[in-house]
């Protein structure tokens, strides 16, 4: 039985991908927060290894990647869907909410590919990172939740050339808008809120079809996987015309 491990797979589209992959036979190891989501996880069969975790606690993700390493025979495919996103102007943030959004959506993501990296290797594996249109475009009133999504396509595209070597492969999927937690925010200072729960978004999907695009992208061997039309869309656009990119984000994104 191949192994998934899925950061902050407890809830969202962590948990839609989880179900699906245990659909396909996989075991999956889920790391997030503790609380009653983890708790709830637990709920979706006996293929699911639960694992309390704070990705922003150096020791905490090194000795939880080991002791996951320790317990399966394998590590075959890493997701790294962990993050947390920022609403609001620059001119209003304070510094230490820049660092927090990078904390968990960069360094986070880092500390764990750093634990499980040797594992990948052994096992001819992938990693998976989830991205975002923020990630390879602008996104208004998102500098924080960019930056640190512009960081972690660089980081995975420098790992995608210094891992094939080892018959490891490395793909980026960029979600445009989820709807995962619409109405449940969990507003915390300075803008922070849960993935999936902007008021501005358009164009929403649900959780299982950006999980199923998402999947097939792997399976088809896809680098970069823009997920949903207006991801589709905007990936070209910023590419072939940047300048109109940013006069239709202005337009539409405007809260």
Same mark, same amino acid.
Request: include cysteine; charge should be neutral; proline fraction near 5%.
């Given at each position: ?43 979706? +069969? ?22 996951? &390493? ?7 495919? /890493? ?21 927090? &959004? ?62 094939? @070597?080892?018959?490891?492969? /490395? ?13 449940? @925010? ?41 997920? +949903?039309? /207006? ?25």
């Amino acid at each position: 039985m191949k192994t998934a491990v899925i950061t902050g797979g407890a809830g969202g589209l962590g948990r839609a991908l989880a179900q699906r992959l245990l659909g396909e036979g996989w075991h999956v190891a889920i790391l997030d927060l503790p609380g009653a989501e983890l708790d709830k996880a637990k709920d979706l +069969g006996d293929a699911v290894g639960v694992w309390p975790c704070d990705l922003t606690e150096h020791d905490q993700v090194s000795e939880t990647c080991a002791a996951i &390493v320790a317990s399966r025979p394998s590590i075959d495919l /890493v997701i790294y869907n962990a993050g947390i996103t920022q609403i609001g102007l620059f001119a209003d943030m304070p510094a230490e909410v820049h660092r927090k &959004v990078f904390d968990v959506n960069y360094f986070g993501a880092v500390e764990v590919a750093a634990g499980l990296l040797r594992a990948v290797r052994e096992a001819g594996g992938a990693h998976l990172a989830i991205s975002s249109v923020a990630g390879f475009a602008p996104l208004h009133r998102r500098s924080a939740y960019s930056a640190s999504k512009h960081a972690l396509e660089g980081f995975f595209r420098t790992l995608a050339s210094e891992e094939k @070597p080892h018959g490891v492969s /490395v793909h980026i999927a960029a979600p445009s808008f989820v709807a995962t937690n619409l109405g449940n @925010p969990e507003n915390r200072p300075g803008g922070i809120a849960r993935p999936g729960s902007a008021a501005d978004g358009i164009d929403y999907m649900n959780a299982d079809q950006a999980a199923r695009v998402i999947l097939d992208g792997v399976r088809r061997g896809r680098a970069m996987i823009p997920v +949903g039309r /207006v991801a589709r869309i905007a990936w070209w656009i910023s590419r072939l015309a940047p300048g109109l990119y940013v006069r239709l984000m202005e337009r539409n994104i405007t809260n």
